[in-house]
């Protein structure tokens, strides 16, 4: 660590401290995260709005923790100018598009049930040097979501049994299913999601070209392929198989899906 001038803001690395302190959007994500979980917990208010608060809020901290993992990977990689466009911070509004990448995941959420990946953050990879550092930098978001399905589930198991109010199990184990989902989805062989850019560093020069050239439509084919009635059964069978190797009840987080559409009747 040094300093900029005398009596100036620390640096590290040549990058001023401010850019890695968390943005006060994700501080207040995580506020909002916790303070409608004791909600839930003690059943305050509309306990069905308080548990749409809880799952929401919880996935958009996940989807911030997502990318800060590709960005801190890839910083320390090589690409110590991903600080500077601010993806060190945590801040939802960074990782591209705010529709793309908060209001969708939302929705999907919300109408489907499954975890959609969210934002990207933009690596230069000419910063980073070796193959296998770029799939580390990619496989670190989907690596964040597996970690957090086991820890989700290890509470959910660990806590049930010592009681408490359903509603608010029954919201973390929605929150396990969808990071369930976005694990499966983001580990995906598809061009432009994490599972693609994993294995893109490894192709042949002709292969990489057509990879990038199908990169920027990763959302348009991962739809087309959940849309296609075999693949999408394919993926559901795998994600519900997981879910129950797991020892997530699908009655539990069934019911937190319907507790979060709180217009509904």
């Not at 917990?41 to 749409?52: I, P």
């Not at 509603?167 to 969808?178: C, D, K, R």
């Not at 292969?207 to 920027?216: E, I, K, S, T, V």
């Not at 392929?225 to 190797?245: E, K, M, Q």
Request: charged share 10%.
């Amino acid at each position: 660590m040094g300093y900029d001038r005398p009596g100036g803001e620390p640096l590290v690395l040549g990058v001023p401290r401010a850019a890695f302190r968390p943005s006060p959007i994700f501080l207040a994500l995580v506020a909002l995260f916790v303070t409608s979980g004791v909600l839930v917990w003690n059943g305050v208010g509309n306990v069905r709005f308080d548990v749409f608060l809880f799952v929401v809020s919880g996935w958009l901290v996940s989807l911030c923790l997502h990318e800060y993992a590709h960005a801190v990977v890839a910083y320390r990689a090589g690409d110590r100018d991903i600080a500077h466009r601010g993806y060190l911070t945590l801040n939802p509004l960074k990782y591209t598009h705010p529709l793309l990448s908060i209001v969708l995941p939302v929705v999907v959420v919300l109408l489907g049930g499954i975890g959609l990946p969210g934002g990207a953050v933009w690596v230069d990879r000419h910063a980073i040097p070796g193959r296998l550092r770029h799939t580390l930098v990619s496989l670190a978001g989907p690596a964040t979501n597996v970690l957090f399905t086991l820890l989700l589930v290890v509470v959910l198991r660990v806590g049930i049994d010592a009681g408490g109010p359903i509603e608010f199990w029954a919201g973390v184990a929605l929150l396990a299913f969808l990071q369930l989902t976005a694990s499966v989805l983001n580990l995906l062989p598809v061009p432009g999601l994490d599972g693609g850019n994993m294995i893109q560093p490894w192709l042949n020069p002709q292969w990489r070209r057509m990879y990038d050239m199908f990169a920027p439509f990763g959302f348009i084919l991962l739809f087309a392929l959940l849309w296609n009635p075999r693949i999408g059964n394919w993926f559901f069978t795998a994600v519900f198989w997981l879910s129950d190797l797991l020892g997530l009840p699908p009655w539990l987080y069934s019911t937190a899906l319907s507790l979060i559409r709180f217009w509904q009747t």
